[in-house]
T-cell receptor, first 113, second 115 residues
């Protein structure tokens, strides 16, 4: 069974640009969530999607957005990139029942220059 | 902000010794999950313990949960060099049906196993 797949693995962007990251969850998982990891702030929750609906959103500016498709694949978008957006972005998927494990992908390392 | 506080922040032990990491949290939870991360890569799921459970084992891992004290501990027995990594606890306090809602992570414990 394939794990959570995130693409691309590495990305370098310039300030002001926008970026789209992709996440394919484990087959059968309908909940997808996104996290940002930085040395200073640690692991921070961005948002969570279930059946194409955003159910939870973390404390991030509106430049951070996401969506989920009917096949449960998810994308997140960051517009008008800032240097502080440089981070490891992690996607997690979980089964559709409550109280189950969340499995993470390898992450996308975004560097903003 | 982080819900969890992990203790210690760093731990260095000799191979073969046991390693214990602690996690405290602030709000009521559905479950608590432990993860391992090697050198800024993805998180590897280790174990989930539900709020109505007190102890759980998986191989060399033992996790305890004390909801009255809002704390958990992860014990790794007979440590190996390959256990060198950062370990994170994450609490899930989601209220809606379906999936892991919103994990809140601690700052992690950096574990180093010396050969």
């Amino acid at each position: 069974k394939a794990g959570v797949t995130q693409t691309p693995r590495y990305l370098i962007k310039t300030r002001g640009q926008q970026v789209t990251l992709s996440c394919s969850p484990i087959s059968g998982h309908r909940s997808v969530s996104w996290y940002q990891q930085t040395p200073g702030q640690g692991l921070q929750f961005l948002f969570e999607y279930f059946s194409e609906t955003q159910r939870n959103k973390g404390n991030f500016p509106g430049r951070f957005s996401g969506r989920q498709f009917s096949n449960s694949r998810s994308e997140m978008n960051v517009s008008t990139l800032e240097l502080g957006d440089s981070a490891l972005y992690l996607c997690a998927s979980s089964f559709y029942v409550t109280n189950t494990e969340a499995f993470f992908g390898q992450g996308t390392r975004l560097t903003v220059v | 902000s982080q819900q969890g506080e992990e203790d210690p922040q760093a731990l260095s032990i000799q191979e073969g010794e046991n390693a214990t990491m602690n996690c405290s949290y602030k709000t009521s939870i559905n479950n608590l999950q432990w993860y391992r991360q090697n050198s800024g890569r993805g998180l590897v799921h280790l174990i989930l313990i539900r709020s109505n459970e007190r102890e759980k084992h998986s191989g060399r891992l033992r996790v305890t949960l004390d909801t009255s004290k809002k704390s958990s501990s992860l014990l790794i027995t007979a440590s190996r060099a390959a256990d060198t990594a950062s370990y994170f606890c994450a609490t899930d306090a989601g209220l809606s049906f379906g999936g892991a809602q919103k994990l809140v992570f601690g700052q992690g414990t950096r574990l180093t196993i010396n050969p």
